[in-house]
Structure formats: structure tokens, C-alpha cells
């Protein structure tokens, strides 16, 4: 074979691999080239027969063609993809015009609604959430906030109890909040301004009580808060939760053995024509219990009463939720109907909105 002989070969197979035009005419190039039975695989078997003093010589070019060969192969395989990939950015476009399909959107609960309120605007007025544990014991949910083992409110609060322990002690899901005024002022040092959102636990179910409910607890401690800071600070949530400037409100003297004095406040509505209306009208609605804190707690809790002085609350959340929105039954809160969260949920995302037109300015 001449030198003219391998030069046409080059020129065949190089031609051949310039002229794929797709992926798979690139293979078939190849495997002419390359492939077992291809032109340059037999010459290479072919050396064997070539005459000594020229193999040598024709081993080399036969290698060299073999890179230039392959090297082509590379580019080509590069160039095709580069084209084929333009190709589809050109024709698989993404229409972004497209409408979105609708989306199942969730709702906020009532009650995660009227937390959330609750929370924004006692947090404007320098409130701080404190949680603590849904199962209790004795002392944080009765003993230290003054109700003792024989007091009577123990059996008012139809109380849940936990399987006896083996020193005899058993723990309950706390019947109200109010535990976690406990907790606090053992573990904080006044000043303490805190609010207690959380679920409460008694045993009892009908028309206006669910087993499982949950309260909103206020508590106070400095040196100076007195009875007309918690007037006036309870006076200012109501109008900024039931967004009525002049909601009227009344306190009564009541009794909860942690308090001292203690009160239940109202607030004032209309009942006329069957239909509920708050801040206006003759008639009273009670929302919650409140009072000084009693001397005893603050001693339960390692503070000198003679020092530190304030005032907590607790207030049921299902029943104001009902009371703003219009919601006539407390159990249907808990029935997990879906038709029902969506006629009272809220949209999720839109509570700090709504909030800034309740904050107190
Ligand atoms: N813990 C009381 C209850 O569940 C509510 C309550 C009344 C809380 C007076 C208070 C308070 O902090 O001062 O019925």
C-alpha cells in the first residue's frame, strides 16, 4: 500500500465522520474506522505482513490516523450535541403564560386565627409567650397556685388524672393555664410580663364544653402594677380584638383562690332580635377571670409579696373566637369538617395585615 493509498483512506474516513449529520450516522462512521471489521482495525492487523523495514514506519502513520481519527470523532460527537441542544431550546419552550392550575389552599382554624390575634396585641403592649407542659402536676396546676388537696375547686375543675405513680402522685392534664404562671415566676425574675396561649383539659362535654379547650393566661409582676394597670390594659385588648373603640366593660368581684381581689369581667352587648352584638346595648357578657395575684402564690414562688406585686388573667379563647366571629357552637370547632374551616378559617399569611389595624396605636 502507497503513501497515495493511505491518504485516500484518511480522506474517506475523516469525510465520512465530518458528513454525520446525527448521532447515529456518527456510530456508523466509527465502527467504519474503528469498529472490529473497520478500514483502519484490518490495516493495523495487516502490519504483520508488511515488510520489516517498513513497519515501523507504517505502524506510526497508522497511529497517528487513529488519533486524527478519533480526535475528529470528539469533535463531531460535540459539535452534533451542540446542535441538538439548540435545536430543542429552540422548539421546547416552556410557556410560562400558561394559567396555573388551581391550587387546594388551606385555612387557618379559628382558633390559630384568634391566638395569633391575641398574641399581636399583647405583644405590642410588651407581653412575652410563655408555654408550658399540657400534663401537669399537682403543685404547678393546684397546690402553689392556692388551691389546696381538700379545696373544693379541685373537684369543681373535673380534673383528668393520670394512672397513679408509684409514690402515690398523679399527674394531670392541666385543667387551666394558669400553671404556667408557676413556672414562670419560679424560673424569671421580675419584671414579668407574659401571656399564656395554650389547651386545657377538664372532663366535660355538652353544648358550651368540649373535653379539650384552650385559654389565654395574663401574668404581671413588678413592683408597682396595680388593679387599674389590669383595667386598663384588659380595657385595651377588648377594643383592639373586637375592633370597637368604646367596648363597654364591668368587673366583678369573684372568687379564684389565686387572686386577691378577683374579678370576672364583662363586656358589654345586645341580645336583641337574637342576634349578638358586642359593644353595644344593656347586656353583659363575661370573658374571663382576673385579679391581683394572691400573696401566698408569690410566696410559693419564692417572692417577698411585701416586694413584688401583680396581676394575671385567664380567658377562654374558643369563647371570644365564637363572640368575634359569629360562631354559634363550641363543638363544632373540633368535628374536623372540612366545609366547616372553610366557611370560618382564614387565609393563611394574612394575620400581620390584619393585625396592624387592631394593635392599639
Ligand atoms: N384559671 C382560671 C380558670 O381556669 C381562670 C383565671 C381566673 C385565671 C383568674 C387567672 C385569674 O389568672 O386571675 O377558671
Redesign the pocket.
Known sequence: MTAQDLSTIRGALLGEIAGASDLAGLERARVAALGKKGRLTELMKGLGQVAAEERKSRGAELNALKGEIEAALNAQKAKLEDADLDARLRTERVDITLPARPEAEGRLHPISQTIDEIVAIFGAMGFKVAEGPDIEDDFHNFTA?NIPEDHPARQM?DTFYLPERPDGSRLVLR????PV?IRTMMSQKPPIRIIVPGR?YRCDSDMTHTPMFH?V???VIDKTSHMGHLKGCLADFCRAFFEVPDVPIRFRP?F?P??EP?AEMDIGCSRKGGELKIGAGDDWLEI????M?HPKVLQYCNLNPAEYQG??????IERVAMLKYGIPDLRTFYEADLRWLRHYGFPALEVATLVRGLVPQ
Open positions: 397556685l375543675m385543667t387551666h393555664t394558669s404562671q386545657t385559654q393566661e395574663g401574668l369573684s379564684f389565686f387572686v378577683g374571663l377571670g382576673c385579679g395575684v396581676f394575671a388573667f385567664g380567658m377562654g
